[in-house]
């Protein structure tokens, strides 16, 4: 349903939550506001500022993808925005070819603004053909709606129109332009030493496969300010709750691990949202490490960063941003972050980003969406409600068993006691509702055509 230059356009996009969204940190973890991913929200809250105008109004969908909700969105938007990151991977098969359907039942426009394939940093296609398909049938379905495809850098491109799709725009990703045409990186001339407050970060896959876990020990001796930033959500649970139940808890030499020494002195860290993450990173001489968006949070709050670049969305990211990076496997294990620091040039990526910013608005025109730079404050009312927000702080290590420490968190379970026991008790009145038969029958029979014979085993009186 288009609306007409009166009326305000309702956007839906996807994405975990609303940045104006302040979830309790037991809450983001116990629903996964992320979507496992905390770099994931970096990139939605930048699209959410951009595309809020005085004409538009955002709201999130929650990362969630229903396709018997294509009625309702029919029904209630005007436009669906689905910034993705690495989406063109085998792991997210499933979710692309459940995206597809629910787009093939829209009518009104989709809009992605940036999606990437993901292999190895020599750009080869051939760990992706199995996917070729599900791509292939989201590509389609995605144009059938737009005019084109916004992707993050010349190998997607090339990797769609080698598919046959031409109507394929590079545009980079969303983040980089939270700030509109303006990034302003603080640079010194004085090195990196001891006293600098160095971040680090790094996936479980990259220190398991690479030097990297060595390269922030190293670090770790060498700068004691040194503080790594996780992004997953089950580094978040190891921090908050200790939880050692997912498979990455076999992966201890990484400072989110209750075993690592960066644990236990508090120098871990995981963001709930962007707005605290960048905040805390304003305060650091330096970022560097595998994570492209751990590194953009620090180059959007002004802190120099450097990529250590492992796969081709890493690689293609930084190539078209012209961020400073170097190939991860290169680097030796005794790699010191003031060499990087040093050997940092800034310039083409400030330089470069005007340019960028106007072919990312070029973009969005084309495909019917204004911007709050170019059509709004430039994001100003965005930034004022954010600032009235209170949101939680980054998640720290839990080192001890203080009151004070165990007391929210076993509030917080008390509470989800409570909610589930009251959830629990309407789906029993629901299913004994939908059980009814037109012959009456007693309770008992009932309850045991729906559960079955261990109900009557426990209503069998005692002898």
């Not at 991913?37 to 595309?51: Q, V």
């Not at 018997?68 to 689905?82: H, L, Q, T």
Request: a positive charge; proline letters at 6%; one cysteine or more.
């Amino acid at each position: 349903m288009a609306s007409n230059a009166n009326q305000v356009k309702r956007i839906l996009l996807r994405s975990g939550k609303s940045p104006y969204d302040v979830v309790p940190v037991e809450r983001a973890l116990h629903e996964d506001v992320f979507a496992t991913n905390a770099g994931n929200l970096i990139f939605s809250d930048s699209a959410h500022k951009i595309l809020e105008t005085p004409h538009t109004k955002v709201a999130s969908n929650g990362a969630a993808t229903r396709v018997a909700d294509a009625d309702r969105i029919n029904d209630e938007y005007d436009v669906f925005v689905i910034p993705l990151a690495n989406a063109f991977r085998p792991s997210f098969d499933v979710q692309l070819q459940r995206l597809t359907k629910l787009i093939s039942k829209l009518k009104i426009p989709v809009v992605v603004p940036g999606v990437g394939a993901q292999t190895g940093v020599n750009f080869s296609t051939e760990r992706l053909k199995p996917l070729q398909p599900t791509v292939h049938a989201f590509v389609s379905a995605v144009l059938d709606h737009s005019a084109s495809i916004g992707v993050r850098g010349e190998f997607t491109e090339r990797y769609l129109r080698d598919m046959g799709f031409r109507d394929v725009d590079v545009i980079g990703c969303p983040s980089m332009f939270l700030h509109g045409d303006r990034l302003d990186i603080r640079e010194s001339d004085l090195p990196l030493g001891p006293g600098s407050r160095v971040s680090v970060n790094g996936s479980h896959d990259a220190i398991r496969k690479t030097k990297l876990g060595q390269i922030i020990n190293r670090a770790h001796a060498h700068y004691p300010h040194l503080r790594f930033v996780g992004q997953n959500l089950s580094e978040a649970r190891q921090l908050h709750w200790r939880d050692m139940s997912h498979a990455n808890a076999a992966l201890t030499n990484i400072p989110t691990h209750p075993d690592h020494p960066m644990y236990a002195q508090d120098k871990a860290r995981v963001y709930i949202d962007p707005v605290t993450w960048m905040e805390d990173l304003r305060g650091f001489d330096f970022s560097f490490g595998s994570r492209i968006h751990g590194n953009i949070a620090a180059l959007l709050a002004g802190t120099p960063a450097t990529v250590l670049c492992g796969d081709s969305r890493t690689l293609e990211l930084c190539r078209y941003f012209e961020i400073p990076h170097r190939m991860l496997s290169e680097a030796p294990a005794d790699l010191d972050p003031a060499e990087l620091y040093e050997k940092a040039d800034f310039g083409p990526l400030v330089r470069g980003h005007r340019e960028r910013f106007d072919r990312f608005t070029g973009f969005l025109d084309k495909n019917g969406l204004e911007n709050t730079f170019t059509h709004g404050d430039s994001g100003a009312a965005f930034e004022s409600r954010m600032s009235k927000l209170a949101f939680p702080p980054g998640v720290r290590p839990w080192t001890g068993p203080e009151a004070t420490e165990l007391a929210p968190r076993l509030n917080w379970l008390q509470t989800q006691l409570t909610d589930l026991t009251e959830e629990n008790t309407k789906l029993r009145r629901r299913i004994a509702k939908n059980a009814a038969l037109p012959v009456q029958r007693s309770t008992y029979q009932r309850a045991r055509s729906v559960v079955g014979r261990p109900i009557k085993r426990a209503l069998r009186p005692s002898r």
